[in-house]
């Protein structure tokens, strides 16, 4: 597990690992800039599973707390997923160690 495991979608799409065709409203921009977590391990299973271009990632758990911020964000398929904006620099991706 690296850095780049926990890159943003913004951070995907300017170093070109997204599709151009990609973009965001204002409102949606704040959330492309975080990277997406969940409380529970489950949560995170699920939507690896749902999702193609996730299914060859891994599950890690970590600790978010210390600097940055950390928002609830759930949806109707993913109640505890949460958006985590990390400071410049941050290493609290160092804490996480791959479950699954």
């Given at each position: 597990?690296?850095?780049?495991d926990?890159r943003?979608h913004?951070?995907?799409?300017?170093a070109?690992?997204?599709?151009?065709?990609?973009?965001?409203?204002?409102?949606?921009?704040?959330h492309?800039?975080?990277?997406?977590?969940?409380?529970?391990?489950?949560?995170?299973?699920k939507?690896?599973e749902?999702s193609g271009?996730?299914?060859?990632k891994?599950?890690a758990?970590?600790?978010?707390d210390?600097?940055g911020?950390?928002?609830p964000?759930p949806?109707?398929t993913?109640?505890?997923?949460h958006s985590?904006w990390?400071?410049?620099?941050?290493?609290?991706w160092?804490?996480?160690?791959?479950?699954?």
């Amino acid at each position: 597990m690296t850095e780049d495991d926990f890159r943003s979608h913004r951070e995907l799409l300017d170093a070109g690992l997204l599709p151009r065709g990609r973009f965001w409203t204002d409102e949606q921009e704040c959330h492309a800039v975080s990277c997406s977590v969940f409380s529970e391990e489950e949560g995170a299973a699920k939507l690896r599973e749902a999702s193609g271009a996730l299914r060859a990632k891994r599950v890690a758990r970590g600790n978010v707390d210390g600097p940055g911020m950390l928002m609830p964000t759930p949806s109707r398929t993913h109640h505890s997923h949460h958006s985590w904006w990390r400071n410049v620099g941050d290493t609290a991706w160092l804490t996480f160690e791959v479950v699954t």
